[in-house]
């Protein structure tokens, strides 16, 4: 357990439905991240936000969105998902400063779109 | 921008033994951090050990060590005494300043009894 808590584990959706990834942390971090990993190629880093701002957007579709009301909660809301949009989506946090820097993941969501 | 090249996709050990899993980097920063993860079966990204780039002294925690070299911007990991809990997948990444972690694309590890 590294504190950082996904929900939920595994969700199936269709191209028109709408649904929501949950991350928590318990660890008392400033910054936090969702990644996209799909299969055969590196993590890729989608949002970043420090101190509950968004400050890293890498070009994700905006069929993603991401939510952030406090520096402990963090949401990826889905709508009209792709199939290649099926991938696990991991969630980490860290606390951002000098000699700190190191990242928690949760277990992840792993995402089928049919 | 920042690349990280992990050129072994597979690797296997014989439990008890030690192997050395390889990765480079591409920077043009001088001060970073370089980490390796590890991802078993379960999915948990979970960190294996962390090196930052001012520090001239490899990084080691128990069984796992770096052999770090920056001007050759390489970082590789050795696990001694191999166990097979250590079969998983290991990420070598690479975090810049503003907290933006690149990962290379992973080396699958295989511990044989």
């Known amino acids: 357990e590294t504190g950082v808590t996904q929900t939920p584990r595994h969700l199936v959706m269709g191209m028109t439905n709408k649904k929501s990834l949950k991350c928590e942390q318990h660890l008392g971090h400033n910054a936090m991240y969702w990644y996209k990993q799909s299969a055969k190629k590196p993590l890729e880093l989608m949002f970043v936000y420090s101190l509950e701002e968004r400050v890293e957007n890498n070009s994700v579709p905006s069929r993603f969105s991401p939510e952030c009301p406090n520096s402990s909660h963090l949401f990826l809301h889905l709508h009209t998902l792709q199939p290649e949009d099926s991938a696990l989506y991991l969630c980490?946090?860290?606390?951002?400063?000098?000699?700190?820097?190191?990242?928690?993941f949760g277990s992840g969501t792993q995402l089928s779109v049919l | 921008a920042q690349t990280v090249t992990q050129s072994q996709p597979e690797m296997s050990v014989q439990e008890a033994e030690t192997v050395t899993l390889s990765c480079t980097y591409d920077?043009?920063?001088?001060?970073?951090?370089l980490f390796w993860y590890k991802q078993p079966p379960s999915r948990q990204m979970i960190l294996v050990i962390r090196?930052?780039?001012?520090?001239?002294q490899n990084a080691t925690e128990n069984r796992f060590s770096v052999n770090f070299q920056k001007a050759a911007k390489s970082f590789s990991l050795k696990i001694s005494d191999s166990q097979l809990g250590d079969a998983a997948m290991y990420f070598c990444?690479?975090?810049?300043?503003?907290?933006?972690?690149?990962f290379g694309e992973g080396t699958q590890l295989t511990v044989n009894p």
């Open positions: 990444a690479y975090l810049t300043s503003g907290s933006r972690l690149t």
């Open positions: 920077t043009s920063e001088s001060d970073y951090y």
């Open positions: 090196q930052e780039a001012y520090k001239q």
């Open positions: 980490a946090s860290s606390q951002v400063g000098r000699g700190s820097e190191k990242l928690f």
